[in-house]
């Protein structure tokens, strides 16, 4: 199995900036997409962002983008999501999961089999 360990989460007011972070120890980092999730009370979860292996491609769900980066460096197994801009509604459990895929890159969350814990953001004045 691929462990996964969010951190950086935590309380902010709207309009203020969070960065959050993903690391493993798995060997084979370098050889997994990763992605970032969220869920907030009595919602679905739902897809945030998602980076290639090798970081050359990125994903961003509309109600992000322009606000929030996500980026990797694997040579510290880690993959950070920069989230600027934050909004009330962007309060939720930020969760990371990963798949093998060298090439390919999907925000479908049923190809992602491993999963970190989650991290709490919440965004309120």
């Known amino acids: 199995q691929v462990q996964l360990v969010e951190s950086g989460g935590g309380l902010v007011q709207p309009g203020g900036s969070l960065r959050l972070s993903c690391t493993t120890s798995?060997?084979?980092?370098?050889?997994?997409?990763i992605g970032w999730f969220r869920q907030a009370p009595g919602k679905e979860r739902e897809g945030v962002s998602c980076i290639s292996s090798d970081g050359g491609s990125t994903y961003y769900g509309e109600f992000v983008k322009g606000r929030f980066t996500i980026s990797r460096d694997n040579a510290k197994n880690t993959v950070y999501l920069q989230m600027d801009s934050l909004k009330p509604e962007d309060t939720a459990v930020y969760y990371c999961a990963a798949y093998f895929d060298l090439l390919n890159l999907t925000m479908n969350e049923g190809e992602y089999p491993y999963w970190g814990q989650g991290t709490q953001v919440t965004v309120s004045s």
């Open positions: 798995t060997f084979a980092f370098d050889y997994y997409v």
